[in-house]
Antibody
Framework: QVQLQESGPGLVKPSDTLSLTCAVSGSSIAYRNWWGWIRQPPGKGLEWIGYIYYTGNTYYNPSLKGRLTVSVDTSKNQFSLKMSSVTAADTAVYYC????????????WGRGLLVTVSS | QSVVTQPPSASGTPGQRVTISCSGSGSNIGSNPVNWYQQLPETAPKVLIYSNDQRRSGVPDRFSGSKSGTSASLAISGLQSEDEADYYCSVWDDSLKGWVFGGGTRLTVL
């Protein structure tokens, strides 16, 4: 059973960079999976942010592209999200997720981390 | 405004059958398999149905999925109070080159 755990600051100032890390246990991150991020603003629906294959190949939400970097650290068995120039609209619960390959679906989720953007 | 649309709400009484629709286009549902997620209050979502109609291990057979053309549906039979949750469809969009989620449907068990 794969377990995912988000960590990072719960409060980020506007225009700063949001940085989150997801620790993976129960599976090697260097395996045929996509590792990514999904967010959910308070009281709203889910939004896919982006994900990375263990080889480094990435896909990002086009509406957020340009502000995003998702990276993998195989030595620590974890992956990270950096989102620059945040605004209040980026306030959300951020989930890290694992997606299998063929079939593709988000089979494992972290518990989620609320990040608030406020001065 | 999501590129795939779901009704914002649905309801039913215990024992009833309810369906939740998910409507898209040729670049998403028309070309790729649909997944369905259930989000219980204050918890992370979990996948119920993947590849249009495949139940994830452990998911009761009361839950079923289907797809036709550019639309998909999630059906829940023998509705139970614990089914009260938000349900999301999700699919890869070839034009956007990314995953899209429907806006979510809140299911109320009356």
């Amino acid at each position: 059973q794969v377990q995912l755990q988000e960590s990072g600051p719960g409060l980020v100032k506007p225009s700063d960079t949001l940085s989150l890390t997801c620790a993976v246990s129960g599976s090697s991150i260097a395996y045929r999976n996509w590792w990514g991020w999904i967010r959910q603003p308070p009281g709203k629906g889910l939004e896919w942010i982006g994900y990375i294959y263990y080889t480094g190949n990435t896909y990002y939400n086009p509406s957020l592209k340009g502000r995003l970097t998702v990276s993998v650290d195989t030595s620590k068995n974890q992956f990270s999200l950096k989102m620059s120039s945040v605004t209040a609209a980026d306030t959300a619960v951020y989930y890290c997720v694992r997606s299998s390959v063929s079939p593709d679906f988000f089979g494992d989720w972290g518990r989620g981390l609320l990040v608030t953007v406020s001065s | 405004q999501s590129v795939v649309t779901q009704p914002p709400s649905a309801s039913g009484t215990p024992g009833q059958r309810v369906t939740i629709s998910c409507s898209g286009s040729g670049s998403n549902i028309g070309s790729n398999p649909v997944n369905w997620y259930q989000q219980l209050p204050e918890t992370a979502p979990k996948v119920l149905i993947y590849s249009n109609d495949q139940r994830r291990s452990g998911v009761p057979d009361r839950f079923s999925g289907s797809k036709s053309g550019t639309s998909a549906s999630l059906a829940i039979s023998g509705l139970q109070s614990e089914d009260e949750a938000d349900y999301y469809c999700s699919v890869w969009d070839d034009s956007l080159k990314g995953w899209v989620f429907g806006g979510g449907t809140r299911l109320t068990v009356l």
